[in-house]
């Protein structure tokens, strides 16, 4: 009898350890899906679909920044098709490197028609890029 006892109780102990690391995976997974779209795809999709997503894009030059300098919004254009568009409005510090027409990715979600940001940041400029050839 001590041996059938011995075996539930581990039984019973894997069982458990195993649902735990499950629903952890699981857990895990499912939060931290994010869609990596450019702005023509995040148009496309349905905007409940997009509550956590990262576009990427290019700024044009309808940047507001409020008077404190903290944040900006702007119109995220499409890389290969410009006249797509969607609002950002970002709440933070903003890179120096911010400006009309810099390549830009922001992390957040859809509300409503807009993109609430709470992450935005800047591809380097190409001039960069060239000093690092220069050198390699």
Same mark, same amino acid.
């Given at each position: 009898m001590?041996?059938k006892?011995? &075996?539930?109780v581990?039984? =019973?102990a894997f069982? +458990?350890?195993?649902?735990?690391? @499950? ?5 895990a997974?499912s939060?931290?899906s ?9 148009v ?5 679909k997009l509550k ?5 894009g ?11 300098? &903290?944040?900006?919004?702007? =119109?995220?254009?499409? +890389?290969?098709?410009?006249?797509? @568009? ?5 709440r ?8 009309k027409?810099?390549?830009v990715?922001?992390?957040g979600?859809?509300?409503g028609k ?6 935005l ?5 190409s ?10």
């Open positions: 001590s041996a006892k011995n &075996l539930c581990y039984l =019973t069982v +458990l350890l195993a649902g735990g690391v @499950g629903f952890m995976l699981w857990s997974l939060e931290g994010m869609y990596h779209l450019n702005v023509s795809e995040a496309a999709m349905p905007s409940e956590s997503a990262r576009l990427f290019v700024a044009a030059d309808d940047i507001v920044k409020p008077q404190n300098g &903290l944040g900006a919004s702007f =119109t995220l254009r499409d +890389l290969e098709r410009p006249e797509l @568009g969607i609002r950002v409005h970002y933070g510090a903003l890179p120096d490197t911010f400006e027409g810099a390549e990715i922001v992390e979600r859809m509300e807009d993109f609430a940001a709470k992450t940041m800047t591809k380097c400029p001039k960069y890029e060239k000093s690092n050839r220069e050198h390699a």
